[in-house]
């Protein structure tokens, strides 16, 4: 009998603890994708107020810690003077259990919104559009990137090279570096290149 008392709580407690995972998860990607889409507004913001060029930049590869790729980001504006897009904006950062997908994986076309919106997910994917990425050596943390990115023009718009689509597609997902067929839940982004504007997704 004692044994079974103790087993009962461990799982009520295994539960609870399990579901308290599960919110801190939702929590976490909740807060990420504000943060990331206020990062995005800004960066287009900055790009008509200073009328310059603005790039997002995602680290796609570090030589110095994996477990940057894919959760790191940044913004580079072009500077005139010396012909070349120079880091204006602090780095930025998912939290360990969150990536920006590599692929848009099947799970998004089961989401809610595309059996309502089936053009919801039609545009560019921009992790793989195979010309918009580019390399920068950081010398300060001597460490060299290559990142993939979209680019805000002065006039508010926004585009990526090899892209053709009219939206960039960007999804933030919850597990490990690498693709993932299935999860619960994302954010899917997406930037609207005629008009720069940015839409959240949420299955």
């Given amino acids: 009998m004692e044994m079974m008392v103790v087993l009962a709580i461990m799982s009520i407690l295994s539960a609870v603890v399990v579901g308290s995972l599960g919110t801190l998860r939702s929590t976490s990607l909740s807060v990420s994708t504000r943060e990331f889409a206020d990062f995005v507004n800004l960066c287009r913001s900055d790009a008509i107020a200073r009328?310059?060029?603005?790039?997002?930049?995602?680290?796609?590869?570090?030589?110095?810690?994996?477990?940057?790729n894919y959760r790191k980001y940044t913004?580079?504006?072009w500077n005139s003077q010396t012909r070349q897009f120079e880091q204006y904006r602090e780095w930025e950062s998912l939290p360990g259990?969150?990536?920006?997908?590599?692929?848009?994986?099947g799970f998004v076309k089961e989401s809610t919104y595309y059996q309502e919106d089936p053009s919801s997910v039609r545009g560019d994917y921009l992790m793989q559009i195979s010309d918009n990425s580019f390399d920068r050596m950081v010398t300060q943390l001597s460490?060299?990137?290559?990142?993939?990115?979209?680019?805000?023009?002065?006039?508010?718009?926004?585009?990526?090279?090899?892209?053709?689509?009219?939206?960039?597609?960007?999804?933030?997902?919850?597990?490990?570096?690498?693709?993932a067929r299935e999860v619960p839940n994302w954010s899917q982004f997406n930037i609207d290149t005629l008009t720069g504007r940015i839409r959240v997704y949420r299955p």
């Fill in 51 to 68: 009328h310059t060029a603005i790039r997002v930049a995602i680290v796609e590869s570090s030589s110095s810690d994996p477990d940057e």
């Fill in 75 to 77: 913004a580079f504006s």
């Fill in 97 to 105: 259990d969150l990536v920006f997908d590599q692929s848009l994986a």
């Fill in 143 to 179: 460490t060299n990137y290559r990142f993939r990115f979209f680019e805000f023009s002065p006039s508010g718009r926004a585009s990526a090279p090899g892209g053709d689509h009219r939206n960039l597609v960007v999804v933030v997902r919850p597990g490990e570096g690498g693709t």
